[in-house]
């Protein structure tokens, strides 16, 4: 059975840094790339970072140059880097597997983060 274990989610100051943590375990065929979502309280779910096995990445225009998102691919686990915390970052973010065709993706149960004074 496959789980998604996310961590280092919490409460930050504006500017602040965090680092979101997401562990896969099970056995997890066709990965093409593992990243992170995250969604406010009222808006749709959205892109935060994502990366494909072949190191490429994509990241969310109001994100870029503050987040990093990394992947650990032998270990199945990616961690998103925050810095500058503003608070329209404060959601609850979800690490995401999207697997090749029709294949079922895999979602962690979401982690908070809130960015506050």
């Known amino acids: 059975q496959v789980q998604l274990e996310e961590s280092g989610g919490g409460l930050v100051q504006p500017g602040g840094s965090l680092r979101l943590s997401c562990a896969a375990s099970?056995?997890?065929?066709?990965?093409?790339?593992m990243g992170w979502y995250r969604q406010a309280p009222g808006k749709q779910r959205e892109l935060v970072a994502t990366?494909?096995?072949?190191?490429?990445?994509t990241c969310a225009d109001s994100v870029k140059g503050r987040f990093t998102i990394s992947a650990d691919n032998a270990k199945n686990t990616v961690y998103l880097q925050m810095n500058s915390l503003k608070p329209e970052d404060t959601a609850v973010y979800y690490c995401?597997?999207?697997?090749?065709?029709?294949?079922?993706?895999?979602w962690g149960q979401g982690i908070q983060v809130t960015v506050s004074s």
């Open positions: 099970g056995t997890i065929s066709s990965i093409y790339a």
């Open positions: 995401h597997i999207g697997r090749r065709g029709l294949l079922r993706d895999y």
């Open positions: 990366m494909s096995t072949d190191g490429s990445t």
